[in-house]
């Protein structure tokens, strides 16, 4: 191994060489006639490995930081002095016998001594020193309870999360499991429970590493539309989500099963294309193609269609903007042919200074969506907006804005007119695993004013991955 330190994507080479063989090894054998294309597929799929290398990272919000690609230096192979230093200490026979010594001691040291330098190396890093929770994936549960008191009986919430009465509301309890399956996927789950029931939001494979800037998942998720949709309650920063996704998405959010393919767009900036097709997910995932109740598909024509292109720009160290175009289209079930059609935009403009030790940030967020449903003799068209700020200007503490509008379409169920809704609120966090959210809000539905308050608290225990930009 020592041998292929000169470069990275040797090392690399080999890794994936001694997996290749391991894998292989019991069923060499049994296909003799086919072993020349074996051969060759293997050869392929090395230099394919070796030339890719990592693709180029997605910018999350762990500590509010877009890792960069590394630089030239961090590429450079270790030099020969460096390499003739790690064989000489791997050589040396004092340096073996005193590891073989320090593993005998430690194999009869007290029990007691033995669980507590386990606890700390686990503290340290459990998933490498312990070889059993190298097998245990990453699981977090999340908490969601609101207490509110709303005016009048129209209180706007379109969302199954939201708290939609006066009085206690159990918003979600969830259970996040998301973990590397092997070198070629991934695996992320998010299990909701609730007062009536539990039901699996998000269950999917994602790949690992495909080349030419492509990225895979497939089963159950929430689709790549607008930037509230793809995300859960958590990484809210308001108590409920717009009135705009639950009329136009679902209460749910738009989600279903399905295949989804990325593309990174090999550009100066960040640009990824996304095309996904699903089938729909019943009316509280796809309200726009489910409108007289549930049906299956009959053919391939039938599923939903997704398209997503968002584009990411540093304007500098402290500013950033991410833009999307969103569209979305499918059969409604409501006659031969009969479409729905999504379109829209969002944008999401941050400044956040590097010299803050806080980390202070600004954020401005909106989306603008537009739907057209055919149906039976007529056209029915309703669009929806929403605009945001958040300003954290401390550690702890935050304040946000949000002002939003739906215009429905004529045969809309409960609003004849458009409805409107301003909401304030306030966020405290403890500590990073748990937040308070005070809210207030005014709404005008039908020409009538109403006013609500929530109260929220959100706890989360365990591990958590970062959340997309």
Request: net charge negative.
């Amino acid at each position: 191994m020592i041998r292929h330190l000169a470069t990275k994507n040797s090392l690399k080479t080999h890794h994936f060489t001694v997996f290749l063989q391991v894998t292989c090894k019991n069923c060499w054998d049994k296909y003799i006639p086919y072993r020349m294309l074996i051969r060759w597929m293997i050869a392929g799929l090395i230099f394919a490995y070796a030339l890719t290398g990592m693709a180029q990272p997605t910018p999350t919000d762990e500590h509010d930081h877009v890792h960069e690609p590394p630089s030239a230096q961090q590429e450079e192979a270790l030099s020969q002095e460096e390499q003739t230093a790690i064989i000489n200490l791997f050589e040396n026979d004092e340096i073996q016998k005193a590891v073989n010594d320090s593993l005998n001691q430690s194999s009869s040291a007290p029990i007691q001594q033995q669980q507590n330098t386990t606890t700390l190396n686990n503290q340290n890093n459990p998933r490498m020193v312990n070889p059993v929770n190298r097998y245990i994936p990453n699981v977090s549960v999340i908490t969601d309870v609101a207490l509110g008191y709303y005016t009048g009986d129209t209180p706007l919430q379109t969302g199954s999360h939201d708290p939609n009465k006066s009085g206690f509301t159990l918003q979600q309890v969830e259970l996040h499991i998301q973990d590397a399956v092997d070198p070629f996927f991934n695996y992320s789950t998010n299990i909701v429970f609730s007062l009536f029931g539990v039901e699996v939001e998000e269950a999917y494979l994602f790949t690992a590493r495909l080349p030419w800037g492509f990225q895979m998942r497939a089963g159950q998720f929430l689709q790549q539309i607008g930037r509230l949709n793809p995300t859960h309650p958590h990484s809210w920063s308001f108590v409920d989500q717009p009135m705009m996704n639950g009329t136009l998405f679902g209460s749910e959010g738009a989600r279903g099963l399905g295949l989804e393919l990325s593309y990174l767009i090999p550009l100066p900036w960040f640009a990824e294309a996304t095309y996904s097709f699903s089938q729909p997910g019943g009316a509280c995932c796809g309200s726009s193609y489910i409108i007289d109740g549930a049906r299956s598909l009959k053919d391939l024509s039938e599923f939903i269609h997704t398209a997503r292109l968002g584009q990411f720009f540093a304007l500098d160290d402290s500013w950033s903007i991410l833009l999307g175009l969103n569209y979305q289209t499918g059969e409604n079930g409501t006659g031969a042919n009969n479409m729905s059609e999504i379109a829209g935009v969002d944008a999401y403009i941050r400044y956040r200074p590097v010299t803050s030790s806080q980390r202070v940030h600004l954020a401005l967020q909106h989306e603008t969506f537009s739907r057209r449903q055919q149906r039976p003799g007529r056209l029915l068209r309703d669009q929806g907006q929403y605009t945001s700020l958040e300003w954290k200007y401390n550690l702890r503490e935050s304040l946000g804005l949000r002002y939003e509008t739906v215009r429905p379409h004529e045969e809309h169920e409960e609003w004849e007119t458009q409805v409107y809704r301003t909401s304030l609120a306030y966020t405290y966090y403890p500590s990073h695993f748990s937040r308070l959210r005070f809210q207030g809000s005014h709404r005008r539905v039908n020409g009538a004013d109403g006013f609500g308050i929530v109260a929220n608290i959100e706890v989360v225990i365990g591990s958590h991955g970062a959340h997309d930009f």
